[in-house]
Nanobody, 116 residues
Framework: QVQLVESGGGLVQPGGSLRLSCAAS????????INWYRETPGKEREFVAT????????HYHDSVKARFTISRDNGRNTAYLQMNSLKTEDSGTYYC?????????WGQGTEVTVSS
């Protein structure tokens, strides 16, 4: 059974940090590109960051460059999103996505609220 389970969300003040995790099971994690997306009420789900395999190349949405870092640990079947210098506009539900050609798996999301 394929599963992606996000964790690490929560409430943080502006300027703070959070690290999201995405634990995968049921498929060969190391074969898949990993993406993070986020969704806020009234807006479409938007791309945040990606890390490819096997090169580990990364790419970010312009709004999070230099603040967020995506990484992966293939030995632990886990991906991460380190989020620093958080802004109120970073609030939303963050989703992990694993993609390889026509296969695409999604987690259930983890909520991030940036508020004072």
């Amino acid at each position: 059974q394929v599963q992606l389970v996000e964790s690490g969300g929560g409430l943080v003040q502006p300027g703070g940090s959070l690290r999201l995790s995405c634990a995968a099971s049921g498929f060969t994690f190391s074969d898949y590109h990993i993406n993070w997306y986020r969704e806020t009420p009234g807006k479409e789900r938007e791309f945040v960051a990606t890390i490819s395999t096997p090169t580990g190349a990364t790419h970010y949405h312009d709004s999070v460059k230099a603040r967020f870092t995506i990484s992966r640990d293939n030995g632990r079947n886990t991906a991460y999103l380190q989020m620093n210098s958080l802004k109120t506009e970073d609030s939303g539900t963050y989703y992990c996505n694993a993609r390889l050609y026509g296969s695409s798996y999604w987690g259930q999301g983890t909520e991030v609220t940036v508020s004072s």
